[in-house]
């Protein structure tokens, strides 16, 4: 029972908001790397009374154990989903399989025993049960219709949730975890409710857009929505401050690609509220590629603080009680954590709270190795390219179908990672002149809406002696999304914008007749005279005070394509030159180098070519010869540089993937999930400093190690295996 003086205390406090700071003293996720989400499957889609077997055996007590035992330095457990709570709550029915048991009293009891922070999930979004007794929460759409299932964060759900946050504290947990704070991942959109416009005309002296309308009113509707989401989170947090500075807070985000404008999150924005940011990963909704993409995502968001990542054990999805390979969980971990992230793993029961004992042994085999890897983690990263990520171009170019413009940042980060060009993320919300000074090449991929302020900090950059590379269309749209007939960053390309090109199936080619040192440096392969199909947006540009290199080709057009009977997504055939593809612009001490077509955006699309991606390569070891460390390695390798200057040591880590082929899938062919990792990979890979290196260590026994001067050459057989290398 939670005392009425307890009770009456945390609603005195919720009563009347203000900050308070958090704890000063360490807290657990400082010194974690990893621990367990735990939560029962068998009402993701709701739940029913009648099943009394559900979460019969969900049981906190062991639960802490398991995690103890496995070596999980925290546990997050599950409190309260969309239908039931799991403890003895006033205002949402306790799973009835659980009789009078109190799941998270058992967690909080056994856990602090064992020294375990625990940690509650609490849905927020989700709130089937809440919504069901208070059907004016749910958001309503623009036909003023409500959407079933979606709650409106400016609605009355704020207080409730308030009241609620309140019963989970009085427990004494460590922390919460808030998931989600989403308004949806598509149509229909929200929120139309009364209070919304209400609040939207105070706001802005004027009604609401009728719908999506990409006009002036919807840039003010996409502001409301994101403060929408940004009040909500900055409520719940004042709201366990105050019941408890000690508390810490963590929201499950999605500011991060896939997800755009409509989930209510900015990249920068959203990852700020709470104690540290929280996001999923996982191959089965996320790609592979994604995982390291994430960790550094947030980190970018979230400068100085934590990260946390949570992966799963399931094969396919959370709940469907398949246990992945050691080896395939392992490749995910320690990728996370060499990004620098900590990890939560997420294992859902068995349907009456089960805990499958495979799981746990695997969970125990993996956390001993991060323990026994522990001071190899944390160290600051080593990039050369920074990806300029913008959410104003996220928003007004991707619109309705952001992955459009997103294929160009993750074809960037593809290439990079496939290349072992060791990158970050530059987010456009908080770019700064020490954010740009950080990467000696910065990146813009078709970032084709740039302020003036953006543009001034990037010429800034270059001038002082920054590497700048633009693809595509970059700077050539206007703030709301509009072509330009001038391209804002014409004074730093020293070209200028002729037309966009209509097509995506554009060519380059290097001419022998042209060659120059330049255009061998960039030929993939120095191949001349081939013309190579670059996918992608285009434009011709018209050189000023740039040195044109190279040939942009147009593709052929037939006859069936002007009665537009002809299927645009297939490629056809490069046609003539309609300008170079190149142009490299001498700015104060800097470089930019425009390349006309988007080898970015080629290399996420379903015609990524090799030589796409080593144009891009080509044209970050051209602007910056002399980086610390150049790396060769198999394109299944993701290698992830850091250093500590204290002890003048690098450390490269080397994650090798190597999952099998796959058959076709039951439907939506030919679109595999790649297959699960079963073996440890086998492969050679080379080292060079540009200076200074004095010894190397592997952390395996198994790694053979060949020093020759600066050149290090490995064979390595490992899913992951860290060298060290002091200078
Ligand atoms: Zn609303």
Known sequence: MISLTRMLLVALLLASPAKLPAADSPSWFTRSLVGLEVGPTGAQFGGDPADVGYAAKFDGREIARATKACGGEYLVIWARDGDWAYYDSKLQPKCPGLGTRDVLRE?????????????????????????????????????????????????????????????????????????????????????????????????????MPKGVTWDEDWDHMLEFRYASSDRFEKEMTACIRQGNPRTTIDFNYHGNPPFSWEVGQLPVRHAQNGDFVTGETGVWGFSALTVGLNGEFYRAATPGKPVQVAMQRGVRMYH?????????????????????????????????????????????????EVHAKRAHFGQSPVQDVGIYYSSRTRDWIGREKPADWLLSFQGAHKAMVYEHIPWGVIHEESLSPETLMKFP?????????????????????????????????????????????????????????????????????????????????????????????????????????????????????????????????????????????????????????????????????????????????????????????????????????????????????????????????????????????????????????????KSAKAFNRTTELRKRGGRLAMTIEDIHEVIELRY
């Open 107 to 207: 967690a909080v009891e056994e856990g602090h025993k064992l020294g375990l922070p625990v940690i509650a999930y609490c849905v927020q979004q989700y709130a089937g049960d809440t919504l069901r007794k208070n059907p004016d929460w749910r958001i309503v759409g623009s036909d003023s219709k409500p959407i079933d299932g979606r709650v409106c964060f400016r609605s009355g759900y704020r207080e409730y949730m308030k009241q609620m946050l309140g019963e989970q504290l009085a427990y004494g947990i460590d922390g919460f975890h808030l998931d989600m704070v989403d308004q949806g991942f598509g149509p229909p959109y929200g929120c139309w409710c009364e209070t919304c416009q209400k609040e939207y005309q105070a706001q802005y002296g004027r009604p």
């Open 441 to 693: 090449v910065v990146l813009l991929p078709n970032v084709d809406i740039l302020s003036e302020a953006e543009v001034a900090l990037l010429r800034r950059y270059v001038e002082s002696g920054g590497s700048l590379i633009a693809t595509g269309l970059s700077g050539a749209y206007d703030h709301m999304g509009r072509l330009q007939t001038k391209s804002s960053i014409e004074a730093l390309t020293g070209a200028r914008l002729v037309r966009k090109l209509d097509s995506t199936d554009n060519w380059v080619r290097f001419p022998t007749s042209q060659t120059s040192t330049l255009s061998s440096q960039l030929a993939p392969a120095g191949r001349t005279d081939w013309p190579f199909l670059v996918r992608g947006p285009a434009a011709v540009f018209e050189p000023t005070t740039a040195t044109p290199i190279g040939d942009l080709l147009k593709p052929h057009r037939t006859a069936l394509h002007a009665q537009k009977r002809y299927n645009e997504d297939w490629p056809l055939s490069a046609d003539s030159r309609v300008g170079p593809a190149i142009l490299l612009n001498k700015v104060g001490k800097g470089k930019v180098l425009t390349i006309a077509a988007s080898p970015d955006w080629a290399t996420a699309s379903d015609h990524h070519i090799v030589e796409a991606r080593r144009l891009l390569a080509n044209a970050v070891h051209l602007l910056n010869p002399s980086t610390r460390v150049r790396i060769t390695a198999p394109a299944t390798v993701e290698t992830i540089v850091t250093d500590d200057p204290a002890t003048r040591t690098l450390r490269i880590h080397l994650l090798g993937y190597n999952a099998p082929p796959q058959t076709t899938p039951s439907k939506e062919r030919p679109y595999v999930l790649p297959g699960l990792i079963e073996d440890a990979p086998l492969y050679r890979a080379t080292l060079e400093l540009s200076s200074g290196l």
């Open 320 to 368: 469907d009680q398949t246990t992945r390979p050691l080896n395939d969980m392992r490749w995910e971990m320690f990728n996370l954590l060499a990004h620098g992230s900590f990890v939560t793993m997420i294992d859902k029961t068995g349907f009456d709270g089960w805990l499958d004992p495979v799981a746990y042994e695997r969970f125990g085999a993996l956390f001993r």
